[in-house]
């Protein structure tokens, strides 16, 4: 079974701070990617990898870096919390079939 | 850019009564990959079943979807919901290319005893 380890799994954070969501893989895929899942708006991608030292853009970024300095870790960047960011936040990885192996997610609240 | 539509909210049934939740993409690719995630209360989502072939049906824990590439459609069925089937369930159409999943809003399936 494939391995995508999210941490912290709870976060609270004050407007204007900086927060950095990390994820971890053990699957040996090339393609990491970041979501955030939010009451009626179902999963939006935010940023995802194609393999170390990549980043793209997904649908939602403004507000948002990645980082992915390995194959095996995907962190997400907060430069400047706003509440509008409160959301969970899913990790994935990708094989080569494009089935994705979700996190366990990461609740962030942003007061 | 890519759309999908699902069945709208919120979806309620009896035990036993069969499920159709729907889906309808748009995708500028002409070979789309279709998924369907489910997700189950305080979990991830996790892979329901795919699939890459026009007019073939895809089976999987007693779901079934059958893509077809005239309509862009891409429904999921079952024959009789169980209490365990209550989750939330997303339509994901992809590229080959780019393999970037375009999750839809998702459909909340309740069913009830």
């Known amino acids: 079974e494939a391995a995508v380890t999210q941490s912290p799994r709870n976060k609270v954070a004050v407007t204007g701070g900086k927060v950095t969501l990390s994820c971890n893989q053990t699957?040996?895929?090339?393609?990491m990617y970041w979501y955030r899942q939010d009451t009626g708006h179902g999963l939006r991608l935010i940023h995802y990898?194609?393999?170390?030292?990549?980043?793209e853009k997904g649908d939602i970024p403004d507000g948002y870096k990645a980082s992915r300095p390995s194959q095996e870790n995907f962190s997400l960047i907060l430069e400047l919390a706003t509440p509008s960011q409160t959301s969970v936040y899913f990790c994935?990885?990708?094989?080569?079939?494009?089935?994705?192996?979700f996190g366990s997610g990461t609740r962030l609240t942003v007061l | 850019g890519d759309s999908v539509t699902q069945t709208e909210g919120l979806v309620t049934l009896t035990e036993g009564l069969p499920v159709m939740l729907n889906c309808t993409y748009q995708?500028?690719?002409?070979?789309?990959?279709l998924f369907w995630y489910v997700q189950h209360l305080n979990e991830s989502p996790r892979l329901l079943l795919k699939?890459?072939?026009?007019?073939k049906r895809t089976e999987h824990q007693g779901f079934h979807a059958t893509l077809h590439k005239s309509s862009s459609s891409f429904h999921l069925q079952k024959s009789s919901a169980q209490l365990s089937d209550s989750a939330l369930y997303y339509c994901?159409?992809?590229?080959?290319?780019?393999?970037?999943?375009?999750f839809g809003s998702g459909t909340q399936l309740t069913v009830m005893p």
């Open positions: 994935a990885s990708g094989d080569s079939a494009e089935t994705l192996y």
């Open positions: 699957n040996n895929h090339n393609n």
């Open positions: 990898s194609y393999g170390a030292g990549s980043t």
């Open positions: 995708t500028i690719y002409s070979n789309p990959f």
């Open positions: 699939s890459f072939t026009d007019n």
């Open positions: 994901a159409p992809a590229s080959s290319g780019s393999w970037q999943l375009i």
